[in-house]
């Protein structure tokens, strides 16, 4: 039964659009509003000058942004996505400030945008 409800979530997610969503696991989660083409992602849980965001699925479509809007004090933005399910990032990542942006996927993604600004994507189990 899970492996059935796991294909059909994967399947029926349309990577036509932009789909950011947290998990649920950190302390302090992220908080995620699409306003338009604009997905804004506040919050997160913050340790000194590291903000520490958890998704369950981050994919970006074609004209879609994803803006993380941290305070300028942090220095890097450090996120994982949990989700099951391939990714897609057509859109483009931004941050505040002069933040470093780090993706850690745990399946595989797909980069279809060369020039995504200041992040590194790593992928891994």
Known sequence: M????YFNLCTLSSPALAQIRPDGTLPQNSIVTPQGNVINIEGGTQAGNNLFHSFGEFSLSTGSI???????????????VTGECHQIIDGLIQANGVANLFLSYSQ???????DLGNWIGVQGN
Not at 108 to 114: A, G, L, R, Y
């Open 66 to 80: 994803a803006l993380f809007n941290n305070s300028l004090d942090i220095q890097n933005i450090i996120s994982r």
């Open 2 to 5: 899970a492996c059935a409800m």
């Open 108 to 114: 595989t993604f797909t980069n279809k945008n060369p």
